[in-house]
């Protein structure tokens, strides 16, 4: 079946420093991938999402590449800041209704 | 941001008793889900809808009954409640399938 991969947390980063979460995933179909992003005590947001091979997704700072090749979707951001504090969840989508997650990667930047 | 909101955001019951999470969206969206998050294993698909009266199971719908009787409103229903559904409930929106999903600000509940 469908699923996705995503390094272990918790992450404990220094305000300025260069994060990446990895992800992998596989999948059946053609998929679309996605990063959500949930602050503490909220919701999920769709923080960005890329929907064929070479595709970049971008979002406040945040970038992944659809890699088909290697099945992956790794985020990074070049310099952190003390509100990226959060639980990154990546995903993926087929050709139906489901969204498969990861377990989450919780991510604390210290000041 | 998308129109969601989730009711009750907060709630303590007792095993064996029923209970009942609303979702509601302003957006008029097709698709309604309705996922539990626990440590370790990210968000998990309990139940879906696809139109009014039109609903499917997930991966973890043991235990669980939905209904949607309107297009806004996505009721998610523990006939009698047990402390493994102890969970943040989210419920989610979108457009379309494979579509990006909106999600709404998340009910706890606690099964004593």
């Known amino acids: 079946g469908d699923s996705v991969t995503q390094m272990e947390g918790p992450v404990t980063l220094s305000e300025e420093a260069c994060l990446t979460i990895n992800c992998t995933y596989t999948a059946t179909g053609y998929p679309s991938l996605f990063w959500y992003v949930q602050y503490p005590g909220e919701g999920l947001q769709l923080l960005l999402k890329?929907?064929?091979?070479?595709d970049k997704g971008s979002n406040k700072g945040f970038e992944a590449t659809y890699r088909k090749e290697t099945t992956s979707f790794h985020l990074e951001k070049g310099s952190v800041q003390v509100s990226d504090s959060a639980v990154y969840f990546c995903?993926?989508?087929?050709?139906?209704?489901?969204?498969?997650f990861g377990a989450g990667t919780t991510v604390t930047v210290r000041a | 941001d998308a129109g969601i909101t989730q009711s009750p955001r907060h709630k303590v019951t007792e095993t064996g008793t029923p209970v009942t999470l609303r979702c509601h969206q302003t957006?008029?969206?097709?698709?309604m889900y309705w996922y539990r998050q626990d440590p370790g294993h990210g968000l998990r698909l309990i139940h879906y809808?696809?139109?009014?009266?039109?609903?499917d199971k997930g991966e973890v719908s043991d235990g669980y009954s939905v209904s949607r009787s309107k297009t806004e409103d996505f009721l998610l229903t523990l006939e009698s409640a047990t402390s493994s559904q102890t969970s943040v409930y989210f419920c989610?929106?979108?457009?379309?399938?494979?579509?990006?999903?909106?999600f709404g600000p998340g009910t706890r509940l606690l099964v004593l």
């Open positions: 809808s696809y139109g009014v009266k039109d609903t």
């Open positions: 957006e008029n969206h097709r698709y």
């Open positions: 995903a993926l989508s087929v050709s139906d209704y489901k969204l498969s």
């Open positions: 989610a929106i979108s457009e379309a399938v494979g579509d990006t999903q909106y």
């Open positions: 890329a929907t064929k091979a070479d």
